[in-house]
């Protein structure tokens, strides 16, 4: 069995200042890491910025895209840009 966790990091407002997180918000479940790759590919198709990672064995996998979105991190100044991260893992084995 495989897993694909789905996260978006993006910006968020917190005590009035403008500040990055990092959220799942979304996680599948797939029998074959064949068949999670298509559908890791199937989502990322057509967007702009992908970025591909896939390793080989039990190692986790990253797929992701940048949006363009970019906004200012308000406590430490750097620039962040809004991004989507697929995560293909292997589910141990109980």
């Not at 694909?4 to 797939?30: C, N, P, T």
């Not at 064949?34 to 989502?43: S, T, V």
């Not at 992908?50 to 990253?62: A, L, T």
Request: hydrophobic share 30%.
């Amino acid at each position: 069995m495989y897993k694909v966790e789905v996260f978006h990091y993006r910006e968020a407002w917190r005590k009035g200042d403008l500040e990055d997180e990092e959220v799942m918000i979304q996680s599948e479940l797939f029998k074959t890491r064949k068949a999670a790759k298509e559908w890791i590919e199937n989502k990322v198709k057509y967007k702009p910025n992908v970025f591909r990672h896939y390793h080989k064995g039990n190692e986790d996998s990253c797929v992701g895209y940048l949006t363009g979105h970019k906004w200012q991190h308000e406590n430490s100044g750097e620039m962040c840009e809004e991004q989507y991260t697929y995560v293909l893992s292997k589910v141990k084995a109980r």
